[in-house]
């Protein structure tokens, strides 16, 4: 009875131990979501011009109706038809504005924590889960994208959903509706994101040995039905976009350097270099010894704990490094950012494998060592976070440049736009009561500078000629800073204006001693 009376305290202080424990940790994650939250936003809040990649899909989306969209993009951009039926739908309610084209990757960006946490969860458990979220809503890279008008943001929710769905497929017992929701999620997944194709092969290839093994025919059956509908949906995309995308002679020769040699052991410093860019660009993690420790032990974790969980994991890498290998997918930056959640689920086992074993051993030095870790990662992602927020990346910030002309504008003016400033101009020129087919598109001449010159040379005789410039190439010579020479050379500037990424002069390219007043 006395033992009886006291077991009782014990275990009521056990439960609100347990409590306060939940409480913390909880608090943690909202914090972590907020701060997430809060970056992206202020990221999207900061109102941005859309840089060259940004302007050119833009383009597209706001010059075409829905039914043209389905057509080959133009200016070599390759895009999801189904991000870019979402964008036209944004941009027909709201119009055609830069922060509503960004407004589905800001949404796709936010929606991604909370679920990177849930997922981390299920397949790490609660005390890696933290990591995870610290690590995915702290990188600068998922954060810049979440502002970026293209598709890269959904492409990383679009894996994150992905893997939310996949641990229900691995019970006992599924409902049939389960199979459905699978199936019609995948056939629309495939038409929003590109690289989805190699997370949903995954799970098709997961669940088919888990089923097999099983011994599970009718679940079998099920899963054949949804790899058909997945199959018919993947094969409809690509005669309608993806073959042509991969049928893009200036696509194959720009990603030319990330495509996968062949065979391996005679060129491994290549997949060693792309292993290491990876880790640097998009999941910003150190490349030490301690992230390759932990992403090994990641494996072995999974290996031992559930092989579902490695295969699903590893999977898409390796289908990825295979469609690299026969030139369809480059491994580079941006594009890889879909397997972003993928490597931190990895990197996450790993700790969580390693901490619970130091568990065993001594429990406030496994608390110490965690607690370590997390800092290790993050500090890197926290001072690039503060850099951002103390002095912004403006990009290519074409809008003040136009705002500019447009004060100063005369009705006889003249506007040649830099090749690569085009598209932007393109986009903001009607906000700015500019029509572009009134204006010169200036040449691209890369390889023989000289024809710059020629181009220019046609406008003499006119008293004034604005010149625009943005994402300047810089090769045999600085393109920008060679035109402007010459320009100094057969006229007179009078104005010159520049804003982060984007610079705008005003010419008078008459006889030198032109009564023509410039700007005061």
Not at 41 to 50: K, T
Not at 426 to 434: D, K, L, N, R
Not at 492 to 520: D, R
Request: with cysteine.
């Amino acid at each position: 009875m006395f033992n009886s009376a006291i077991k009782k305290p014990n275990r009521l202080a056990s439960l609100l131990t347990d409590k306060n424990k939940l409480y913390f940790i909880n608090s943690l994650v909202i914090a972590i979501c907020l701060a997430g939250f809060f970056l992206r936003i202020f990221l999207f809040a900061l109102d941005r011009s859309l840089w060259l990649d940004e302007a050119m899909l833009a383009v597209n989306i706001v010059n075409r109706s829905f039914l043209g969209l389905f057509q080959p993009l133009s200016l070599n951009q390759a895009a999801p038809i189904g991000f870019c039926l979402l964008q036209k739908a944004i941009v027909s309610i709201l119009g055609n504005k830069d922060y509503a084209l960004r407004i589905i990757p800001l949404l796709a960006g936010l929606v991604s924590l909370p679920i990177m946490y849930l997922v981390s969860k299920k397949y790490t458990g609660q005390l890696a889960a933290f990591f995870s979220l610290a690590v995915f809503a702290l990188s600068s890279k998922p954060i810049f994208y979440s502002a970026e008008a293209k598709q890269y943001s959904t492409d990383a929710l679009a894996t994150l959903a992905l893997l939310f769905i996949v641990p229900t497929f691995l019970e006992r017992q599924v409902k049939p509706r389960s199979f459905v929701i699978l199936a019609v999620a995948g056939s629309v997944i495939i038409w929003i994101s590109q690289p989805s194709c190699f997370v949903l092969a995954g799970i098709f290839i997961t669940l088919a040995l888990t089923y097999v093994l099983r011994r599970d025919t009718v679940y079998l059956y099920w899963l054949i039905g949804i790899g058909a509908a997945w199959g018919l949906s993947l094969g409809l995309n690509y005669l309608i976009s993806l073959r042509y995308m991969a049928s893009n002679n200036y696509l194959f020769n720009y990603w030319q350097g990330n495509f996968a040699p062949l065979p391996p052991w005679d060129h491994f410093s290549w997949y060693e270099n792309t292993f290491t860019a990876m880790l640097k660009d998009p999941a910003t993690l150190p490349v030490s010894a301690i992230t390759l420790g932990l992403l090994v032990l990641g494996i072995f974790s999974f290996a031992v704990k559930r092989w579902q969980y490695l295969l699903i994991s590893l999977t898409p890498f390796l289908l990825a490094l295979c469609a690299s290998a026969i030139r369809k997918y480059p491994l580079q930056g941006r594009l890889l950012l879909f397997l972003l959640p993928l490597l931190v689920l990895l990197l996450a086992e790993g700790i969580n494998r390693f901490v619970t074993v130091l568990e065993r051993i001594n429990k406030p030095l496994a608390w110490l060592v965690y607690a370590a870790l997390i800092v290790f990662f993050v500090r890197g992602q926290i001072t690039v976070d503060h850099s951002n927020l103390k002095s912004p990346d403006m990009g290519e910030d074409i809008k003040p440049v136009l705002s500019y002309i447009r004060e100063n504008y005369q009705s006889t003016d003249l506007i040649y736009v830099y090749y690569s400033a085009y598209p932007a101009f393109e986009f903001y020129a009607p906000a700015y009561g500019f029509d572009p087919k009134y204006d010169i598109d200036g040449i691209k001449s890369r390889n023989d500078p000289q024809k710059y010159l020629a181009d220019v040379d046609q406008l003499k005789g006119n008293a004034r000629v604005w010149f625009v410039f943005t994402h300047i190439f810089v090769g045999a010579v600085n393109e920008q800073n060679y035109m402007v020479y010459h320009l100094q050379k057969i006229g007179t500037k009078y104005a010159e204006y520049s804003s982060p990424g984007a610079t705008v002069y005003l010419f008078n390219l008459e006889q030198i001693h032109s009564q023509t007043h410039p700007i005061h």
